[in-house]
């Protein structure tokens, strides 16, 4: 009897055995390898599907014909014919015509119009035109302005008594060659159309809006610091709101709040029509990565205003070009911006929020994480409370994967301490397949930079998708699929494998969360939302029989992987928008193949973290590679052909800037060691002159790098603190004819004056010119600046500024010449002796200044896919 128990049991457990074997070898079936490219396609599918149509998703246009049925929301025809009439008005640039008298008439006129047509019985309406001069530190050099013009009106209810006020910002000016109506006349038509609208609405607000139109923000920044530091309403404004654009049409990106105040993203939340933000966004703007600025840091900074920075994005192609006009901005962005602006100051207007700022810290303190869903809905939370679920959800993340590892191992015919072994070979696999993902791309914007094929993307966005996309997927498998195919586990199930490969990938998003949390960035929701998803899935698999049913736990992570990958794509997307018009303005001297590779390689990484590794789930995944390694080739060879040339005419040109600078060098005795013409150019993007070769004689061009050791700033008169940051790799070319300074300048030394020490001698200057001029201080050896007339900021802070020191100055209405002295400290006390070199030079920027002929046959030589930003400039040097 015992023994034919024990037979029975042995049978039992041979059986048993038998079972598992045929059951791990039915599921080391795979599906034909057939199926892989339609499961590849799917995923493309959905993009173009789903996040491509929200993406570009704007509102119906409200017309003037509907307002009597839609009393109280924004009419974007009405604004549309305003901005016709900015858009006529033609350049704005800073001190002329156009921007000084021509358009602050108009501002002017039609806030008269509103004035008249207000419902006077309920609100207030004062208009004020502000002139400041002042100065401020940008970047490395003194930003000196005198007579800028401020358009501010202040709305008010007459039954509030409210001290805290609303600002509401744009700028109406605009770069040379460009009428700005996109940057920024689209949101001076949304100001004026908001505060008609809310001049005329019966539902009163609590506390009174400030409706600034600055004249100065390309300037830069300078209307916006006058009017915060000196306007008399500026320290009754609690809150902000600027309007900026960055392109032509699309939706407004919020990508900057703050600082601190989480509650201004809750009113954006519950106002904004049409969300549009991300917290990624405002770090990496912060960061200072990108080439641009806005007045919101000049709000923030000089007048510690919270408030929310929001900007169009699309179609930076025309962004600060002569095609930034009226005709490229849709209607429906109009409407968009419109309605969000609209809204959001009638919510800041009664925010009970405003009134507590700089008084409770219950209002004011911490940071919030924030992003929309395709545009759907907005999530946001405080920063604590991101801390909190980064870290809980990486924690729970690991005991699923954890409890998913002990079930393999009770499932199958391996130990714990196995499986653990394989998941550790997995996990290091995944880390380089990461890794791979990240330098394939950029290996690729190496290869083509080298080649001098950078920007080949530029006009044909799509060509990513092969160039970085595609090998960026190729890395992050084929670790894995090398593994599976040379060293095939026959303990456990090839499913089993496969789930590893997910697993391997969460336990690393959760150890980046925790990392990336612990250096309080906010950008680890992007980790947390995508193990979030992964560890619902594996629960849903856990608690079913899914788990351990061969390939059946896909269906579950794949359903639930539908919310981030649409999130992903999505975000990256917009990622790419904003950076593929911005690198043809990046500078030449960072290759930026690199930035869009790393893009693709991220978005990648995060859409297709949780679908790519599923590959391996097909017969012959070497195969699919091969073929995924065939799209890249072929993408290769049509990036290489004219489809891959950068530029195109009027649609996505070659921004080229540059001066036509007459010089002048004196020396200490008067006389003149240097007089000549030439072409003074900055170029913008990485290919430098080589596109223009075939259109433009640019014999004798050289890099201005040559004369640094031998002349004053490298012997050019750089514009601002962006040209002068880039004198050393800026290029000279020149020209025979002198060229014809279009107006008068002036720089006289008034008198040289030792002070009592004997050490220091002060010398006293006039200035005159155009509306843009610029001073470069340079003392010579054993001589130091004691002091000067503008502010101290480079003097007092050795340790961040350095000689030559810049002084930018800019006028608008006031062109009174400006009267500055040196003071120069000498320890022999000898100047009667070369003490130090000044250089001075005056920019005739706008059309209200002539070019001469041979400038302007140069201009006209450029090729049609150009767009020159040009003016003529005097550079003269002195040594005193």
């Not at 080439?291 to 007048?303: E, L, M, Q, T, V």
């Not at 990938?505 to 949390?517: D, G, M, S």
């Not at 070497?622 to 995924?628: F, I, P, S």
């Not at 004819?737 to 004997?758: F, H, W």
């Amino acid at each position: 009897m015992k023994s034919r128990i024990k037979n029975d049991s042995d049978n039992n457990v041979s059986d048993m055995g038998l079972i598992n074997v045929l059951s791990i070898q039915k599921q080391k079936k795979r599906l034909p390898w057939y199926y892989a490219p339609s499961f590849l396609i799917l995923w493309v599918a959905l993009f173009y599907a789903i996040v491509f149509p929200l993406y570009h998703r704007l509102p119906d246009s409200v017309m003037i014909a509907d307002e009597s049925r839609k009393p109280g929301e924004f009419v974007a025809e009405r604004a549309q014919r305003l901005l016709y009439k900015y858009d006529r008005i033609g350049p704005k640039v800073v001190g002329s015509v156009a921007n000084e008298v021509t358009t602050v008439a108009f501002i002017k006129e039609e806030v008269e119009n509103i004035r008249a047509a207000m419902r006077t019985d309920l609100y207030d309406l004062e208009l004020d035109v502000q002139q400041p001069s002042g100065a401020y530190m940008h970047w490395q050099m003194v930003n000196m302005y005198q007579g800028v013009q401020n358009v501010a009106v202040k709305l008010s209810s007459k039954s509030s008594n409210s001290s805290s006020y609303v600002l509401m910002n744009s700028h109406f000016d605009s770069k040379p060659t460009s009428p700005g109506s996109g940057d920024d006349g689209t949101m001076v038509v949304v100001m004026l159309e908001v505060l008609r609208q809310m001049s005329i609405s019966e539902t009163v607000f609590e506390h009174p809006i400030v409706f600034l139109f600055n004249g100065a923000e390309e300037n830069p920044l300078e209307a916006s610091h006058g009017f915060i530091t000196q306007h008399k309403w500026a320290p009754n404004c609690k809150a902000l709101i600027n309007l900026e654009v960055a392109g032509s049409g699309g939706r407004d990106l919020l990508f900057q709040s703050g600082p601190n105040n989480p509650w201004l993203i809750k009113y954006y939340n519950q106002n904004a029509k049409h969300p549009f933000g991300t917290t990624m966004a405002e770090e990496i703007f912060q960061s200072g990565i990108l080439p641009s600025d806005s007045d919101f840091r000049i709000f923030r900074d000089y007048g510690q205003l919270p408030g929310l920075d929001m900007a169009q994005i699309s179609n930076g192609y025309v962004y600060h070009t002569i095609f930034d006009n009226a005709q490229v901005i849709p209607l429906t962005s109009l409407q968009s911006s419109g309605d969000n602006a609209l809204s959001l100051v009638r919510g800041f207007a009664n925010a009970y929020e405003i009134n507590e700022i700089n008084n409770s810290e219950d209002y004011s303190k911490g940071h919030a994480v924030f992003f929309d869903f395709l545009g759907l809905f907005f999530v946001y939370y405080t920063e604590t409370t991101g801390i909190i679920l980064n870290c809980c959800i990486s924690v729970v993340s690991m005991i699923l994967v954890g409890c998913s590892l002990l079930r393999m191992a009770r499932e199958s015919n391996a130990s714990l301490g196995q499986i653990s072994t394989w998941f550790s070979i997995i996990v290091g696999l995944h880390v380089l397949g990461m890794l791979l993902s990240l330098g394939l791309p950029l290996l690729m914007a190496v290869v083509y930079d080298a080649g001098d094929r950078s920007l080949t993307y530029f006009s044909n966005n799509w060509l990513v998708i092969g160039l970085f996309v595609v090998p960026a997927i190729i890395g992050q498998v084929l670790p894995l699929t090398l593994y599976y195919t040379l060293k095939p586990n026959e303990k456990i199930s090839h499913s089993n494998h496969l789930q590893m490969s997910l697993h391997a990938h969460c336990i690393l998003l959760a150890l980046i969360a925790i990392v990336l949390t612990a250096v309080s960035l906010r950008t680890p929701y992007l980790c947390m939302m995508s193990m979030l998803f992964y560890a619902g899935s594996v629960l849903i698999n856990l608690l079913s029989t899914l788990h351990d049913r061969g390939y059946l736990w896909v269906f579950a992570v794949q359903i639930l992987q539908l919310m981030p990958f649409l999130y992903f794509s999505y975000l990256f997307y917009t990622f790419l928008q904003v950076f593929f018009p911005m690198l043809g303005r990046f500078g030449h001297g960072t290759n930026p193949d690199l930035l869009i590779g790393l893009i693709c390689a991220l978005g990648t990484f995060f859409a297709l973290g949780f679908v790519a590794p599923l590959i391996n789930m097909f017969r012959w995944p070497k195969l699919v590679l091969l073929g995924l390694g065939v799209v890249t080739f072929i993408f290769c060879m049509i990036a290489v052909s004219d489809v891959g040339f950068p530029y195109r005419a009027k649609t996505n040109v070659m921004r080229i800037h540059f001066e036509h600078v007459r010089r002048i060098f004196y020396e200490y005795d008067g006389s003149v060691s240097l007089s000549d013409s030439g072409y003074y150019f900055d170029f913008q993007d990485r290919r430098l002159y080589y596109p223009l070769e075939d259109s433009l004689n640019l014999t004798g061009m050289i890099s201005t790098s040559s004369y640094c050791d031998k002349y004053l700033m490298c012997g050019i008169p750089c514009f601002n603190h962006r040209w002068c940051k880039t004198r050393e790799k800026s290029h000279w070319l020149p020209r025979e004819k002198e060229i014809t300074i279009p107006g008068p300048t002036s720089l006289k030394l008034l008198s040289k004056t030792v002070l009592e020490s004997g050490k220091v001698a002060r010398f006293e200057f006039e200035m005159s010119g155009p509306p843009h001029m610029s001073l470069y201080i340079q003392p010579l050896d054993g001589v130091s600046v004691d002091d000067w007339s503008f502010i101290r900021n480079q003097l007092d802070e050795p340790e961040t500024y350095s000689a030559p020191y810049q002084i930018f100055f800019a006028y608008g209405i006031d062109n009174s010449p400006l009267k500055f002295h040196i003071d120069l400290a000498k320890s022999s006390g000898d100047f009667n002796a070369p003490t130090f070199q000044l250089g001075f030079s005056a920019s005739f920027v706008s059309y209200d200044y002539e070019r001469d002929a041979a400038g302007l046959q140069f201009i006209a030589d450029f090729p049609d896919f150009a767009h020159v930003m040009e003016w003529p400039t005097l550079y003269e040097r002195y040594i005193f």
